[in-house]
């Protein structure tokens, strides 16, 4: 997997948070950021390592298994 020699670190940006409203706002102030997101490498690649396997028990499975998320 090309994670797996990728650096230990994965960095990634996430949304856009806005900043709570605010009356008067300086011209360059800013009104939100984007989430930074960090990961460790490794703990990233057993959890992905582990959806494979199971995707692949719902693959094999003839349709009597399923694969159910809350969404992404």
């Known amino acids: 997997m090309l994670l797996a020699i990728g650096p230990l670190e994965l960095k990634l940006t996430g949304p856009f948070i806005l ?8 011209p360059n102030e800013p009104y939100g950021y984007y989430e930074k997101l960090s990961y460790d490498r490794d ?3 057993t959890v992905i390592n582990q959806l494979v396997v199971w995707c692949n028990l719902v693959s094999n499975s003839a349709g009597e298994r399923y694969l ?3 969404g992404i």
């Open 19 to 26: 900043l709570p409203k605010k009356e008067i706002r300086m």
């Open 43 to 45: 703990n990233l690649l």
């Open 68 to 70: 159910h998320h809350g």
